[in-house]
């Protein structure tokens, strides 16, 4: 272990490890159940917006650009707190949900758990995805 | 959305979607409390021992190797449950865990929140790293 990972292991700067696309993956947990809902990525840019708005905003790497999450469905994240790992590579944003989180229709993105080498649904869906997006 | 991406979503074929590195994100979250623990990633490999064995096995990107997680501290991870998620590109591992989960001695690598633009502790560690790591 270098010094310079004690450092950033240690220490009480946020110094956010963004990867070569300059985008840092964020972990959405449930603040009450702890489900995790979903995994996105964020640029500085979308760290800054979040933390000034209160509300996710990720970066979305099929679009390339900013993605305030909730803006077509109305599905936001509240963040509640905002949790960094011991190499500062990776986030966790614990937010306030109203509805289901995933595009989908779900609660979550995980509703498959992968049991003999095929999936298997865990969970179903909680709101209409059709209605939700048809504002987009 | 294309027709790809509603069978991804939809369909119930394990196909896991590898990055330009031929990893793809892997969550550790404590099956009991919900704790998220860590996030590392795995290759193909990875994800069949972590089948097979029962026990995670992540690939080291600092290293390029294989990393069966607590083959030198001695804090494995039993895996309960996987889950990929909506686009298949995000694995969780639902884990048991005896002792702390990061190598800086915490339960979880995310043991400081951003707040006010820097950092707070708001964990403690619980073991001591210099002991469970002497073996290496």
Redesign the interface.
């Known amino acids: 272990m270098t010094q310079n990972n004690n450092q950033v292991?240690?220490?009480?700067?946020?110094t956010p490890k963004f990867d070569s696309n300059a985008l840092i993956?964020a972990?959405a947990?449930d603040a009450k159940?702890?489900?995790?809902l979903?995994?996105a990525y964020m640029n500085k840019e979308a760290i800054d917006l979040t933390?000034q708005t209160g509300y996710a905003t990720y970066f979305s790497r099929s679009r390339q650009k900013l993605w305030k999450k909730g803006e077509q469905s109305g599905h936001l994240q509240k963040v509640e707190?905002?949790?960094?790992?011991?190499?500062q590579d990776?986030?966790?944003l614990k937010v306030t949900v109203d509805a289901g989180q995933?595009?989908?229709g779900?609660q979550s993105?995980?509703?498959?758990?992968?049991e003999n080498?095929?999936?298997?649904?865990?969970a179903q869906k909680n709101y209409d995805p059709k209605k939700a997006y048809k504002k987009s």
């Open positions: 292991e240690e220490c009480l700067d946020f993956a972990i947990q159940t702890g489900q995790i979903m995994v933390i707190q905002m949790l960094v790992d011991c190499d990776c986030l966790i995933c595009h989908t779900h993105c995980f509703y498959r758990a992968v080498g095929k999936l298997k649904f865990i």
